[in-house]
């Protein structure tokens, strides 16, 4: 499918729905990737495990850092470790979404700078990178448009905290 943005033209993958599934499947996604890395934040994971104890697909454990993870092929999108996050980080997205910004800090870059190395700064980078206007800021962090996205990369490569995460493995990232 082909679509103008911004004045331009982008061809555009519709994924699952473009396979004849009216109902693409969802997953639930934590987001957030600083957990005990972050000094302060008060948006991040605080590792409780209440999800971990809600799901009933064993599809979501806490990492080394501490911070909720799912298994996208175990997940069933029920909803049970959303309603059970006490800060409310974990939402639902598409299964197929390569590129997620995993941060819910909404501060301004200089505090969101200083109290998480992994939140987004909301610098724009990300924005200026795409080239189909499928990334956007809203309340400092970046969105990315799973329609409008191209699945090209280029916001998670330009983003300097590394906040936007390929799902998928399409790129690497050198560390």
Known sequence: ??????????????????????????????????????????????????CVEACRKDAIHLNEYNVAEVDSEKCVNCGLCMKACP????????YDAC????CSN?????????????SCIACGSCV????????????NCAVIDDAACLVCGFCATHCPRKVIVDLSGIISIRQ
């Open 128 to 139: 200026r990178s795409c080239p189909c206007g499928a990334v956007s800021l809203s309340d």
């Open 87 to 94: 800060k409310g980080l974990i939402r639902s997205r598409l």
């Open 1 to 50: 499918m082909v679509q103008v943005v911004n004045g331009r033209t982008c061809l555009v993958r519709e994924r699952s729905i473009c396979m004849g599934n009216k109902f693409p499947k969802k997953v639930a996604c934590v987001f957030c990737t600083g957990g005990t890395r972050a000094s302060g934040c008060e948006y991040g994971c605080i590792g409780c495990g209440k």
């Open 99 to 102: 590129f997620e910004p995993l």
């Open 106 to 118: 909404h501060d301004d870059g200089r505090t969101a700078r200083q109290e998480c190395q992994f």
